[in-house]
């Protein structure tokens, strides 16, 4: 039966064979390329497809851990290769291999350079990502979500822009720097409770002091992820300087690496500290949404506008992961969910018109919708998306934050929709200026509009924005169950301070 079938180390490591096989091709450099790209190609649809069969085979009426496989593998230390998804890991698998196999359609034309190396990048990067999702141990969790920087780093600094080193190593740093810390952590709680498995440390009763202590190593790791305020002032470099396809993985997957960290082992595993310092996350949260906002409006540049709309939206995110109601949770991972299919199309719309003009600066823009109009349809529904309108994915994660946070601080539910309005401002600012108005400019008369590889590239996301808003059940039913004994078995964050009148 396929449900023997290591599937899980399957959807991890094909990838990893794939950029195996691209290292082995030889030949001139067109032929090279040629293949590289074929074999990414065929890899990351194989990949793909595994995930789907992952998602067809689980059991949506239990929250534990499916699919599950360990094996021993530093016996000494008792460390293990144990890998499992639940139902908040599932649909982030299936999320990284979706995008990434966008990502090399999206890079088929776009990168010409090293495109072997480029190809051999995406595929180890994709490895490092499902099995960050996957792994149950914390010795592989760690690996995986530290080899996500490798990858990444060399994405950006050798396909980047012209300050792409810079950006770089600017990405590199700040993200290293917190995960020390939280390997520090990983320590402390492998002396305390005498193992590495992280079920496990779900369910060990760590004292408070050292709860605290702990919780503010991961929150210096997964709050740079996020980004969080004010730790995220190298996303808009690396997003700039990126490549389309890496700034796509890089909103679309890796800044959930965070949130799913906060999920994953500061609620569970230190619950009393995640009570006392939800205030706190919700100070960050709220400044970062209304902050980030209105920056973008400010920006001139089309990648830096969709960057600091990702960390608005992932305000958003982390204010429902810590408020103790089911809708609160359930609409932030379905808002990750969301805003990694959305905020991904929205570089792959700047990335579009880069390719034509070179540019990114809106002023050098206006009145595509004459030349390119369906393009200009294209980028209006993930526009749309964006801002949450109802009938997209966006409304759904938006609106289930704000009903869950609500009975819990009023406050805090009041400055959050302040986010929705923003949004639409700087969202319709930016459409209307690329769009709209009289096609005046000479360089832009020229312009094709989307081309087959495209419109191949862009439906199925269109799709998924508009699935997932209007019939988003089959999404909310996969991690029901995961949220409602998460909340169970962590009754103990509440908000008293924050609680509406």
Known sequence: MITDWP???LVTFLPLAGAAVILTIRGDDALVARNARNVALLTSAMTFMVSLALWN??????????FVEQRAWLPGLGVTYHMGVDGISLLFVLLSTFLTLLC???SWHAVTTRVKEYMVAFLVLETM???????????????????VLLPMFMIIGVWGGTRRVYAAFKFFLYTLTGSVLMLLAMLVMYFTAQTTEIPALMRFPFPDDMQRWLWLAFFASFAVKVPMWPLHTWLPDAHVEAPTAGSVILAGVLLKMGAYGFLRFSIPMFPDASSYFTPFIYALSVVAVIYASLVALVQEDMKKLVAYSSIAHMGFVTIGIFTPTQQAVEGALFQMLSHGIVSGALFLCVGVVYDRRHTREISAYGGLVHRMPMYALVFMIFTLGS???????GFIGEFLVLLGVLPVSSLVAL??????ILGAAYMLYLYSRVIFGKLEKPALHGLLDLSKREILVFTP?????LWMGIYPTPFLKVFHTSVTTLLENNKVIEVPALAAP
């Open 461 to 465: 996301l269109l799709l998924m924005v």
């Open 7 to 9: 599937l899980l180390s």
């Open 415 to 420: 400055f959050t929709a302040t986010g929705v």
């Open 57 to 66: 085979l689980f059991n949506f009426d239990t929250a534990e851990f499916q």
């Open 104 to 106: 090399i359609l999206s």
């Open 129 to 147: 990502m499902v099995g960050m999702f996957c792994a149950l141990n914390l010795i592989p969790f760690y690996i995986f979500f530290e080899g």
């Open 387 to 393: 801002i949450g309108l109802p009938g997209t994915s």
